[in-house]
């Protein structure tokens, strides 16, 4: 009960964050493409659009870094078994990412918040710029430590406590975890980012006065979105190869495959499989697709999940090893299937700019705004898949979750804590949605914008 109320709290805590974390990397991308339009061609229109996206981008920021600090108070609270066998390794790339990414983030948005009229065009140009590298530069630091949790590299073993110990940083960059589980995330984020301003464009166009405008910014993400979904599905099935090699039960549960198949299909849908149930039906599968995913070759062999069970009792131990498979299963599917969908969504609103029936066409407009929700779920599924998946490791081959546990935290302290952040992030989620719907709905101001290249840009008040 301990161990599951605790991985609860930091499940939903860390899914919570995740939410927010996206749509910082991809608006802060998104908001410097449309500042440096502007820098580029003097047209109103894009400084306007500007100004818009990064009143959302400053509020999803100031709600993401809330959600974002509990996370390193968890660490030491109900995780400081785990903190003092792994700190030393773990806590390198957290303080990186606090002392320099964060820093670097939360300085430049200062810069730009407030430079409007004070810094020359180029310099509050770079600092947006600036304040795009700093976020993903964070996600970065996290994801470095959070790849050396699924396939530990670069330590060496305390010759008398046991503990792993690092010993060669530039591994934990180096991971090929990490490389594949970065580039994947900033797509991710990058594809959240865009189908936000095109919902909000989306929207905009069906209710407000400004067509030309936010036509722009509907093209423009669209114009980001469709290569980036494209990217990031090809980077998850390379992903899922890497995984595959390091972490064979993860793939092996993703598919509910029980034994080890030679070549092997891709099931659409199955009824069964799951942890109580080894004999799942499957009612649509597509042959080998399951070996050219998780070993990039035809007839590609994956071991299935009673075998490697034997295995990891042989090496590890008495134990029980193999992760909750429905949400292995139903979680790979869900973040592949809507991801399909978010494509369709992005190609069929090139082909209207193309006809050029974009603005006009109502049908995908309000497609195009409920489509918003699709990133989301993709994003979770995708961590959920990642996580439970790594179960019951908390760090692979070399801790167990269950020994990462506070001893001292009691189950009633779970239980109030874990109500207490219901509570919270329910009502921080609750004001970012009303903040953000409230401003993304707003009028288009028609602010007066210098004709001249150096005349000063007035203030923005947020």
């Not at 820098?39 to 229109?45: A, D, L, M, N």
């Not at 996370?71 to 030393?88: C, D, K």
């Not at 069970?309 to 193999?322: E, S």
């Not at 489509?371 to 019951?392: D, K, Y």
Request: proline letters at 5%; one cysteine or more; glycine letters at 8%.
């Amino acid at each position: 009960m301990r161990e599951d109320l605790a991985r609860w709290q930091f499940a939903f805590t860390s899914i919570n964050h995740f939410l927010f974390v996206p749509v910082t990397i991809g608006l802060a991308l998104l908001t410097a493409l449309l500042q440096t339009a502007w820098h580029r061609r003097q047209e109103p229109e894009y400084l306007r659009l500007t100004r818009f996206f990064g009143t959302l981008l400053v509020i999803n920021v100031a709600i993401g870094v809330v959600t974002g600090i509990v996370q390193e108070f968890e660490f030491g609270m109900n995780w400081s078994a785990y903190s003092r066998l792994v700190g030393n390794i773990f806590g390198a790339p957290l303080a990186m990412e606090g002392l320099a990414a964060f820093f670097l983030e939360s300085t430049f948005l200062g810069l730009w918040l407030f430079g409007w009229d004070k810094l020359s065009r180029r310099v509050h140009l770079a600092t947006i710029w600036l304040v795009a590298f700093g976020s993903a530069l964070s996600a970065a630091f996290i994801l470095a430590a959070n790849s050396w949790m699924q396939h530990p590299v670069g330590y060496i073993r305390n010759p008398k406590t046991h503990a792993p110990q690092l010993n060669d940083i530039w591994a934990l960059f180096t991971n090929p975890v990490f490389v594949w589980s970065y580039a994947k995330v900033i797509l991710a984020a990058i594809t959240t980012g865009a189908a936000v301003m095109l919902a909000v464009s989306a929207w905009q166009l069906r209710h407000g006065a400004h067509r030309e405008t936010f036509g722009r910014s509907a093209r423009l993400s669209l114009a980001i979105l469709v290569p980036a979904i494209l990217l990031a599905m090809s980077v998850g099935d390379e992903l899922g190869v890497i995984e595959a090699r390091y972490q064979p039960m993860k793939i092996a549960a993703a598919e509910a495959q029980w034994t080890t198949c030679q070549p092997c299909s891709f099931s659409l849908f199955q009824i069964g499989g799951g942890n109580d149930d080894h004999t799942p039906i499957q009612i649509l599968e597509i042959p080998h697709l399951l070996s050219l995913l998780a070993t990039n070759h035809w007839n590609g062999k994956v071991i299935g999940m009673s075998v490697l069970q034997h295995q990891y009792v042989a090496r590890y131990g008495p134990g029980y090893y193999v992760p909750n498979v429905f949400i292995q299963y139903w979680a790979m599917r869900v973040m592949a299937y809507l991801a399909i969908i978010v494509l369709f969504v992005g190609l069929w609103g090139l082909w209207l700019m193309r006809r050029r029936r974009l603005e006009r066409t109502r049908r995908f407009l309000w497609a195009a705004q409920w489509m918003v929700i699709l990133p989301f779920l993709i994003n979770t599924a995708g961590w959920l898949l990642t996580e439970s998946g790594r179960q019951p490791w908390i760090v692979q081959g070399i801790m167990l979750t269950k020994n990462g546990l506070s001893p001292s935290v009691s189950t009633p302290y779970l239980w109030i804590s874990v109500i207490g952040f219901f509570l919270l992030y329910g009502t921080l989620g609750t004001i970012d949605l009303i903040l953000m719907m409230r401003y993304a709905r707003k009028e288009l101001a028609d602010e007066p914008v210098p004709a001249g290249a150096d005349d000063p840009i007035p203030a923005v008040h947020y």
